[in-house]
C-alpha cells in the first residue's frame, strides 16, 4: 500500500522499478571509471602540451644559435644587430640564488622540524605549525619587494659594496620563503617515525638528543631529503623575487654582491618587452624555459629516486 496515495502497489511495479534502478547503478558505475580517467589525464595532457611548445620553439631557436654556444657561451647580449646568445650567465645566477637559499632554508628548516617532531608538546606544536606555514601562503612579490626594499639596504650598512641590485638579497629572502616547506615536510616524515624506535632507544639509555640524531632522523632521511630537493626546485623556479630584487644584469660572475639575472627573470623581461614572434629573442624565451623545464624535472625526479632509495618500512 501506498502511503502517499492510498492505491496498493503490486510487487510486479517493484521489481521493475527495482531493476530500472539497478540498471542505472550499473551504468553509472561503468561510467566512473572513464570519467575518473579523463580527470586524472587533464594533468598529463597539460604537460605534453607544455613540453611539445617548448619542444617546437626550441627546435626552431637552435636553428639559428648553435647548441654548443648556447650552452658554453658566457656572454648573453640578446638585443641590438650583433646578439650573442649564451645561458651561463643565467645559469650561474639561478645556482647562486638557489644555494644561497638552502644554506638558509635547509639548517633552519631542519632544526624547526626536530624542535616540532621531537621537543615540542602537542599544543605548542598545533600552534606553531600553522603560524610557520603562514609564511608558505605570502605571495611572493611581497617578498620581492621586502628583498628590495628593507634587506638589500640593511645589508649594505655591512657591506659598503653590494649594490643596489644583487643576488645575495634575494637568495637569503628565497630561503626564508622556502622554510615552510621544508620544516613541513621534514617534521612529517619524522613523526611518522614508530614511537617503539624513540621508547627502544631511551630504554637502552640513549639521550632525547641521541634519539633525535641517532635513531630518529636516519630513520625519516628520505622524506628529509626529499623536502631538500624539493625545496632546491622550488627556489629554481622562483621568479618574482630575483626579478624584483635581482637585476636584471646578464653578469657571469660568482661575485654575490653585484646584479646577475636567474632563468626565470630572463623570461619575465623577455615577455614583458616587444620580442617580435618569430625573432632569435622570441625563441630564446623558450629554449631558457626548456633548460628551466628540464633542470626542475630532473630535481623532481631525483627526489622521487631518493625517497624510493632510502624509504624504510616499519
Known amino acids: 500500500m501506498d502511503h502517499k496515495s492510498g492505491k496498493p502497489i503490486k510487487v510486479s511495479e517493484l521489481i521493475q522499478e527495482k531493476k530500472k534502478s539497478k540498471n542505472f547503478n550499473q551504468t553509472f558505475e561503468k561510467l566512473i ?141 628565497m630561503g626564508i620563503m622556502i622554510i615552510p616547506m621544508v620544516a613541513s615536510l621534514s617534521e612529517d616524515a619524522m613523526s611518522a617515525v614508530p614511537n617503539t624506535m624513540r621508547e627502544g632507544a631511551l630504554a637502552l639509555g640513549a639521550t632525547k638528543l641521541e634519539v633525535t640524531w641517532k635513531v630518529v632522523v636516519p630513520a625519516a632521511i628520505s622524506g628529509i631529503i626529499a623536502s631538500f630537493v624539493l625545496g632546491i626546485s622550488r627556489a629554481i623556479g622562483e621568479t618574482m623575487i630575483v626579478a624584483i630584487a635581482s637585476g636584471s644584469s646578464k653578469n657571469f660572475t660568482f661575485d654575490v654582491t653585484q646584479s646577475m639575472q636567474t632563468m626565470t627573470a630572463y623570461i619575465v623581461e623577455v615577455t614583458g618587452g616587444e620580442a617580435a614572434a618569430g625573432t632569435t629573442l622570441y625563441y630564446s624565451l623558450y629554449a631558457v624555459a626548456m633548460t628551466l623545464f628540464v633542470f626542475t624535472l630532473v630535481m623532481n625526479l631525483l627526489a622521487q629516486y631518493i625517497s624510493r632509495k632510502f624509504r624504510e618500512e616499519y
Open 33 to 173: 571509471p572513464g570519467i575518473l580517467l579523463g580527470i586524472a589525464a587533464i594533468s598529463i595532457l597539460t604537460t605534453i602540451g607544455i613540453l611539445l611548445t617548448l619542444l617546437t620553439e626550441t627546435i626552431n631557436f637552435f636553428r639559428e644559435v648553435p647548441f654548443l654556444d648556447f650552452f658554453t657561451g658566457t656572454q648573453l647580449k640578446p638585443l641590438g644587430e650583433n646578439a650573442v646568445f649564451g645561458v651561463l650567465p643565467l645559469l650561474t645566477g639561478t645556482l647562486i640564488s638557489t644555494a644561497i637559499a638552502m644554506v638558509v632554508a635547509i639548517p633552519i628548516g631542519l632544526m624547526t622540524a626536530v624542535f616540532l617532531s621531537e621537543y615540542a608538546s602537542e599544543k605548542l606544536r598545533r600552534t606553531l605549525k600553522p603560524m610557520l606555514e603562514v609564511l608558505a601562503g605570502i605571495p611572493t612579490i611581497v617578498y620581492g619587494f621586502f628583498a628590495f626594499t628593507f634587506v638589500t639596504p640593511l645589508l649594505r650598512s655591512f657591506i659598503p659594496g653590494l649594490e643596489p641590485t644583487n643576488i645575495l638579497s634575494p637568495g637569503l629572502v
